[in-house]
């Protein structure tokens, strides 16, 4: 059946209720439309509308401009619930809990540092281990693990990795107060123990950018992005193997469960990917204080690999990392379900927010933003496909009316990983980026490392032909998209000098 879209304004169409009697809200859809003609060639606009099915959903099932296929969610959904009569959904957080982005600025210009660009990646991909499964330098006792889980960016700051300025730059404080470690099962816990400060595999990246066109020099100045040729560092990863896990332990638990409720069951028979439960049940109540737990591991791991960077930046240009000024603009999670008041019909009400590959969009004057950018509003990173532009937006009125203060995450995927690899060689993809002046570190896969795939021959950079920038919408088609509904504001762009891959 064709899906009757309904265009609102420029880059924002709807789906109405009445098309399916299962909807309990329209849903809408963010995007140009050559994005919205990506979204009909797979599942995203069917799992939009297959999201507006779960019980105490607000307003509208939503899907940014970067929107893709996932699991149960599309990659780019946004979904509020009910805090106490609605459901959390583990397909609408994700399996890489609290994946998040964390751009870090400095007062050097690109000039200081290509002389050392080489011995900087170098010290990088040493200190931050890069791939699956690798261990980091900090590694935890049980007992250790559970004082991360507890608290976040705050243990690092307590156990020297960071400075005390990083805290209020961090979404919610680098901490959720709800996390329990006592909900995380034994088996994730074994997992998570030594992953602590690793960058990880599949699109987790490190890049030393530098600042490459200022939309916005009032706002650009209040985030600390003063100048073209400015070097920044943006960090991609989140909570590794041992958020895996957790997602993985809790899908079977609620989908053991959700036969005992005909309203959940309803919900499994139409798609068991929407595996949720009640939130005010012990089920879903333990599920969501387990997720925060991997939240609060996902920012202490973004925090120490922000901790590397200081210590390699110093040894490799013998400056102190304050006389760089190497410090946070902000660290944000865009795999994460947000307890929140937002307004709905006129009326503040308690939330679940689940943003699935979607990242917060405060504006000025929100009072839950930290006091320095209380007045300018709160900064959006949207980091490009390997070797495109970076962005930097701020958040708007829009989109804290619109979609609960959601706005894109990436460019998102458009090619698989088994098809990029299927076109592209590692070694190419290398050599094209260092023909642009991007150095390129990638750990180098071995025979053992991967099964073969039908038609696939094996490549030793493969984690470079799955990333390549192909593979990916355009993310200036993805920003403009945003900023033209309205829900996020351009400050600045960066491009990449080096990139770190799994």
Not at 34 to 51: A, C, G, H, N, S
Not at 222 to 244: N, P, Y
Not at 278 to 301: K, P, R
Not at 331 to 357: F, M, P, S, T
Request: aromatic share 8%; charged share 30%.
């Amino acid at each position: 059946m064709e899906i009757p879209l309904k265009k609102i304004r420029a880059n924002v169409w709807e789906v109405p209720q009445s098309f399916k009697a299962y909807m309990r809200t329209p849903a809408r859809i963010y995007a140009a439309q050559e994005l919205l003609d990506k979204m009909r060639r797979d599942l995203t606009l069917q799992q939009t509308i297959t999201v507006a099915a779960l019980p105490g959903i607000q307003k509208y099932s939503l899907v940014m401009p970067d929107g893709h296929q996932g699991y149960g969610f599309p990659i780019g959904g946004v979904a509020a619930t009910d805090f106490e009569e609605g459901v959390i959904s583990p397909g609408g957080v994700g399996y890489d809990i609290n994946c998040g982005v964390r751009l870090v600025r400095t007062n050097l210009r690109e000039e200081e540092v290509r002389p050392q660009l080489g011995r900087i990646v170098d010290g990088l991909f040493e200190y931050i281990p890069s791939g699956l499964g690798l261990s980091g330098k900090v590694r935890l006792s049980f007992q250790q693990l559970d004082e991360v889980l507890r608290g976040g960016t705050e243990w690092c700051i307590e156990h020297g990795y960071g400075w005390e300025a990083d805290l209020e730059r961090t979404e919610e404080g680098g901490r959720l107060k709800a996390a329990n470690p006592a909900r995380i099962d034994e088996k994730s816990k074994q997992r998570g123990a030594p992953q602590l400060g690793t960058l990880g595999s599949g699109n987790h990246f490190l890049e030393l950018q530098v600042v490459d066109e200022i939309f916005d020099p009032e706002l650009a100045k209040a985030f600390g992005i003063d100048e073209q040729g400015q070097v920044t560092v943006l960090i991609h990863t989140g909570g590794r193997g041992f958020s895996h896990g957790v997602c993985s332990y809790y899908l079977r638990k609620f989908e053991r469960e959700m036969s005992k409720d005909p309203e959940l069951a309803r919900i499994l028979e139409l798609e068991r990917e929407l595996a949720c439960a009640y939130l005010q049940t012990d089920m879903g109540m333990a599920y969501f204080e387990a997720m925060c737990s991997c939240a609060n591991y996902a920012f202490a791991n973004r925090q120490l690999a922000m901790h590397w960077v200081r210590k390699v930046f110093e040894e490799a240009l013998r400056r102190s990392a304050e006389e760089m000024e190497i410090s946070l603009v902000y660290d944000i999670a865009h795999n994460i379900a947000k307890e929140e008041e937002h307004v709905v019909e006129g009326k503040r009400r308690k939330l679940c927010v689940h943003r699935k590959g979607a990242t917060r969009a405060f504006p000025a004057g929100d009072a839950r933003l930290p006091t320095l950018y209380r007045n300018v509003g709160q900064p959006v990173l949207i980091p490009g496909s390997m070797g495109t532009r970076s962005f930097l937006a701020v958040g708007t009125e829009t989109a804290k009316e619109e979609t609960f203060g959601s706005c894109a995450h990436g460019s998102g995927r458009e090619l698989s990983r088994t098809a990029a690899m299927r076109q592209y060689r590692g070694s190419d993809v290398k050599a094209a980026l260092e023909k642009r002046q991007i150095l390129v570190k990638a750990r180098e896969r071995t025979k053992r490392d991967v099964r073969s795939k039908r038609g696939v021959p094996f490549d030793r950079y493969g984690e470079l032909a799955e990333e390549v920038s192909a593979a990916y919408k355009d993310p200036e088609v993805v920003v403009r998209s945003c900023e033209v509904a309205g829900i996020a504001k351009k400050v600045a762009a960066f491009r990449a000098i080096a990139v770190i891959k799994g």
